[in-house]
C-alpha cells in the first residue's frame, strides 16, 4: 500500500526557513516524479515544485531562489527546504506522487507570521 | 505558463442529476507523439487531500465510482459526474501535468439543490 507522510510544518517567522520531509512507503520514491503543492487556508491547489526521477528539480516562479527539493533515497524520502519565508507561504503543503497525481499525503501545516 | 481556468466557481444539482465542469486551457495539453492529454481531475472534501478521479484526461482512477468521466482534448476538457450523489458534494480541480510550471484550475464547488 502506497503511503505518504509529511512532517515539518510549524509556525516560523517572515524570514525564516524550515525544512518539510515526506516519508513514502510502498513504493520507490527514486522511480516516480514527486511534487510539493500547497494550499493557503480556504483556496485552491497550487503546485510548487517536483523532482523527477533523473533528479532534475523544477519550481514555481513564487518559490524559486527560496525553495530547494530534494530526495534521499537510502531513506525514501523526499525534502522541501523553504528559506526566506514569507507570509504568502502559510498552506498547507502536501506531497504527492506522479506527473498525474495518484498518491497524496495529509500535509503538513506551514504558518509564517510574526 | 499554462493557465486553467474552470467554470462555473460553483454549481449546485439536484440528487440524481447531472453536474459538468469545464477546463479550458491557454495553451494545447495534447503530446501529439503519444496522443495523450496531459490533464487530470482532482477531488477535494473538507479537511482531506485531493483525490485523483481522471488522468490523461479520460482515464478513470481505480476505485472511482464510473458516475465520473472524463472528455475533452487539447484546450478544452469537461468532468461529468452523470448522477449526482450525497457523497460528490466536494471541490473539483482540473491540472495540467504537461509544461512546468505545472498548473491547477481555480476549482469548482458542487454542492446539492
Known amino acids: 500500500e502506497v503511503q505518504l507522510v509529511e512532517s515539518g510544518g510549524g509556525l516560523v517567522q517572515p524570514g525564516g526557513s524550515l525544512r518539510l520531509s515526506c516519508v513514502a512507503s510502498?513504493?520507490?520514491?527514486?522511480?516516480?516524479?514527486m511534487n510539493w503543492v500547497r494550499q493557503a487556508p480556504g483556496k485552491g491547489l497550487e503546485w510548487v515544485s517536483v523532482?523527477?526521477?533523473?533528479?532534475?528539480?523544477y519550481y514555481a516562479e513564487s518559490v524559486k531562489g527560496r525553495f530547494t527539493m530534494s530526495r534521499d533515497n537510502s531513506k525514501n524520502t523526499i525534502y522541501l527546504q523553504m528559506n526566506s519565508l514569507r507570509a504568502a507561504d502559510t498552506a498547507v503543503y502536501y506531497c504527492?506522487?506522479?506527473?498525474?497525481?495518484?498518491?497524496w499525503g495529509q500535509g503538513t501545516l506551514v504558518t509564517v507570521s510574526s | 505558463d499554462i493557465v486553467m481556468t474552470q467554470s462555473p466557481d460553483s454549481l449546485a444539482v439536484s440528487l440524481g442529476e447531472r453536474a459538468t465542469i469545464n477546463c479550458t486551457s491557454s495553451q494545447s495539453v495534447l503530446y501529439s507523439s503519444r496522443n495523450k492529454n496531459y490533464l487530470a481531475w482532482y477531488q477535494q472534501k473538507p479537511g482531506q487531500p485531493p483525490k485523483l478521479l481522471i488522468y490523461w484526461a479520460s482515464t478513470r482512477e481505480s476505485g472511482v465510482p464510473d458516475r465520473f468521466s472524463g472528455s475533452g482534448s487539447e484546450t478544452d476538457f469537461t468532468l461529468t459526474i452523470s448522477s449526482l450523489q450525497a457523497e460528490d458534494v466536494a471541490v473539483y480541480y482540473c491540472?495540467?501535468?504537461?509544461?512546468?510550471?505545472?498548473?491547477f484550475g481555480q476549482g469548482t464547488k458542487v454542492e446539492i439543490k
Open positions: 523532482i523527477y526521477s533523473g533528479g532534475s528539480a
Open positions: 510502498g513504493f520507490t520514491v527514486s522511480s516516480n516524479y
Open positions: 504527492a506522487r506522479d506527473s498525474f497525481m495518484a498518491d
Open positions: 491540472h495540467q501535468y504537461d509544461t512546468t510550471p505545472w498548473t
